[in-house]
């Protein structure tokens, strides 16, 4: 296969000297099923979650849905290839639920492990290591019309599919992921509404959180039985920031915080439900007979990791605020009496999210120091969505996304020599892709992506990311002098 010529990346002080990485660091890319996939309705595959909320009017941007995407479902083979002239150690792809089970539960699709079968395979004859996410976010909708995340059968149905899926592919895939951003699955579509499946619920979007970490707890008994060596979770913890010093400000912080990272690490990391949660949710939460938390969840969820995966892009700032529905009987879990802005005396990216990279260093040591029995922390996704052009030439020169990821990765370096355990670090994305809401509008890939035509185009952050990655090796060679 023939790319487009892409010279390399000029030495200036638009592309200075790459951070250092201890030895045994690994980079890699990442990118998810539905975002690339395509082949909506090919081999067996069910519908999912987000192939209803593309097509109810005015959810997503232009209308735009997931049925093509990036085709990778056909071009596997050409991605790979760009991985691996990439020189990444590892890539992080998402499995898709309705491919292996239609339904949700029952018989299995077996053209659709097959695809994956043959994903894995490709990925190792070309020196790749695969690291398999079970759940990123596309539910299949059967499931959903009997409750979904909000129903602990959907927990249990999670475990089914995570058995037959490690069952099939565990020889070969060493790091699995159980769930990707729950808070995204349950505050951003269960509460928010912005996501799939669009709903505006109080304790049902709470349920729903409740229940992502049980089906990650039996999801994580399903691996270990399978015999798998690496197990994990990907969170999406926030760097919040209070828009003064004021008392009040203070307070909806600790609300916020509750809200985005602790309903996730207490469970997991400190065997309790938040401190906090009573004054952030008070009626919504858990009472009397039937409640959605039952004896042991604890044990389950908080049983131990191989890694926690983290994804960051920015931090929030946050200002105290009253409730913007005041009745408690229609309110949604994500009215905290808070609100969230972005910063506004720094770059933004096309997704409007301020560029602040010493947050992201603050956030790592900040985790490690409250939770220390936090096991290694691995960067699952970070990355930014800039205005990509083509230039005549055929070249994308995104020196913003440049700047983006050698700010972060600074950052990152920084919080490893403050002691933090991290071991590797994913871009997200390798390809340009369906962007959730917003359509295709938003590009984050390192690659370019024609969707007329299903071209890719290599920008120069891939160029720039693919000399990160051999100068580490350089350094970190046998009897080179590594930290």
């Given at each position: 296969?023939?790319?487009?010529?892409?010279?390399?990346?000029?030495?200036?002080?638009?592309?200075?000297?790459?951070?250092?990485?201890?030895?045994?660091?690994?980079?890699?890319?990442?990118?998810?099923?539905?975002?690339?996939?395509?082949?909506?309705?090919?081999?067996?595959?069910?519908?999912?979650?987000?192939?209803?909320?593309?097509?109810?009017?005015?959810?997503?941007?232009?209308?735009?849905?997931?049925?093509?995407?990036?085709?990778?479902?056909?071009?596997?083979?050409?991605?790979?290839?760009?991985?691996?002239?990439l020189?990444?150690?590892?890539?992080?792809?998402?499995?898709?639920?309705?491919?292996?089970?239609?339904?949700?539960?029952?018989?299995?699709?077996?053209?659709?492990?097959?695809?994956?079968?043959?994903?894995?395979?490709?990925?190792?004859?070309?020196?790749?290591?695969?690291?398999?996410?079970?759940?990123?976010?596309?539910?299949?909708?059967?499931?959903?019309?009997?409750?979904?995340?909000?129903?602990?059968?959907?927990?249990?149905?999670?475990?089914?599919?995570?058995?037959?899926?490690?069952?099939?592919?565990?020889?070969?895939?060493?790091?699995?992921?159980?769930?990707?951003?729950?808070?995204?699955?349950?505050?951003?579509?269960?509460?928010?509404?912005?996501?799939?499946?669009?709903?505006?619920?109080?304790?049902?979007?709470?349920?729903?959180a409740?229940?992502?970490?049980?089906?990650?707890?039996?999801a994580?008994?399903?691996?270990?039985?399978?015999?798998?060596?690496?197990?994990?979770?990907?969170?999406?913890?926030?760097r919040?920031?209070?828009?003064?010093?004021?008392?009040?400000?203070?307070?909806?912080?600790?609300?916020?915080?509750?809200?985005?990272?602790?309903?996730?690490?207490?469970?997991?990391?400190?065997g309790?439900?938040?401190?906090?949660?009573?004054?952030?949710?008070?009626?919504?939460?858990?009472?009397?007979?039937?409640?959605y938390?039952?004896?042991?969840?604890?044990?389950?969820?908080?049983?131990?990791?191989?890694?926690?995966?983290?994804?960051?892009?920015?931090?929030?700032?946050?200002?105290?605020?009253?409730?913007?529905?005041?009745?408690?009987?229609?309110?949604?879990?994500?009215?905290?009496?808070?609100?969230?802005?972005?910063?506004?005396?720094?770059?933004?990216?096309?997704?409007?999210?301020?560029?602040?990279?010493?947050?992201?260093?603050?956030?790592?040591?900040?985790?490690?120091?409250?939770?220390?029995t936090?096991?290694?922390?691995?960067?699952?996704?970070?990355?930014?969505?800039?205005?990509?052009?083509?230039?005549?030439?055929?070249?994308v020169?995104?020196?913003e996304?440049?700047?983006?990821?050698?700010?972060?990765?600074?950052?990152?370096?920084?919080?490893?020599?403050?002691?933090?355990?991290?071991?590797?670090?994913?871009?997200?994305?390798?390809?340009?892709?369906?962007?959730?809401?917003?359509?295709?509008?938003?590009?984050?890939?390192?690659?370019?992506?024609?969707?007329?035509?299903?071209?890719?185009?290599?920008?120069?952050?891939y160029?720039?990311?693919?000399?990160?990655?051999?100068?580490?090796?350089?350094?970190?060679?046998p009897?080179?002098?590594?930290?």
């Amino acid at each position: 296969m023939n790319f487009p010529e892409s010279p390399e990346l000029p030495d200036s002080p638009e592309f200075p000297e790459f951070p250092e990485f201890p030895r045994g660091f690994f980079f890699g890319a990442a990118t998810a099923s539905y975002q690339i996939e395509g082949a909506y309705d090919e081999d067996g595959r069910g519908p999912s979650i987000w192939d209803t909320f593309c097509r109810e009017p005015g959810r997503v941007a232009d209308g735009a849905t997931g049925d093509v995407a990036c085709d990778h479902y056909h071009r596997y083979r050409e991605d790979i290839t760009l991985l691996r002239e990439l020189g990444v150690d590892s890539y992080r792809f998402s499995v898709a639920w309705p491919r292996i089970q239609p339904t949700g539960s029952g018989p299995v699709n077996a053209a659709g492990l097959g695809f994956y079968d043959r994903l894995v395979d490709e990925l190792l004859a070309a020196g790749i290591s695969p690291a398999a996410t079970l759940y990123h976010w596309d539910l299949p909708q059967a499931l959903e019309d009997r409750g979904g995340w909000r129903a602990r059968e959907t927990a249990e149905r999670f475990a089914d599919y995570t058995g037959v899926v490690a069952a099939r592919l565990g020889d070969r895939v060493d790091r699995w992921i159980t769930l990707n951003e729950p808070f995204c699955t349950s505050f951003v579509g269960y509460a928010a509404g912005a996501h799939a499946p669009g709903a505006r619920e109080g304790r049902g979007a709470l349920a729903a959180a409740h229940h992502l970490l049980v089906g990650h707890g039996l999801a994580v008994q399903a691996l270990r039985a399978t015999g798998a060596r690496e197990v994990g979770i990907t969170l999406n913890p926030d760097r919040l920031l209070p828009a003064t010093d004021s008392p009040a400000d203070l307070a909806a912080v600790r609300r916020v915080e509750t809200l985005h990272n602790d309903v996730w690490f207490e469970p997991l990391f400190a065997g309790c439900y938040p401190e906090h949660e009573a004054e952030t949710w008070g009626e919504l939460l858990p009472r009397g007979d039937g409640s959605y938390r039952l004896g042991g969840d604890l044990d389950l969820i908080g049983a131990p990791l191989d890694f926690v995966g983290v994804n960051y892009y920015r931090p929030i700032t946050v200002s105290a605020a009253p409730h913007r529905d005041p009745d408690p009987a229609t309110r949604t879990a994500v009215d905290v009496r808070a609100e969230e802005t972005w910063r506004e005396d720094v770059r933004h990216t096309t997704m409007d999210w301020p560029v602040v990279p010493h947050t992201f260093t603050d956030l790592l040591v900040d985790l490690a120091a409250r939770y220390p029995t936090l096991p290694p922390l691995l960067i699952t996704e970070n990355g930014s969505a800039e205005a990509d052009t083509v230039d005549a030439d055929g070249r994308v020169r995104d020196v913003e996304r440049v700047d983006y990821l050698r700010g972060h990765l600074d950052a990152l370096a920084a919080a490893v020599r403050a002691g933090v355990d991290v071991r590797g670090y994913y871009v997200w994305s390798l390809l340009d892709n369906f962007e959730w809401a917003r359509g295709y509008g938003q590009r984050f890939g390192i690659v370019r992506v024609d969707y007329d035509t299903q071209t890719r185009t290599p920008k120069d952050s891939y160029r720039w990311y693919r000399r990160l990655i051999a100068a580490h090796r350089a350094r970190t060679a046998p009897g080179k002098d590594s930290r």
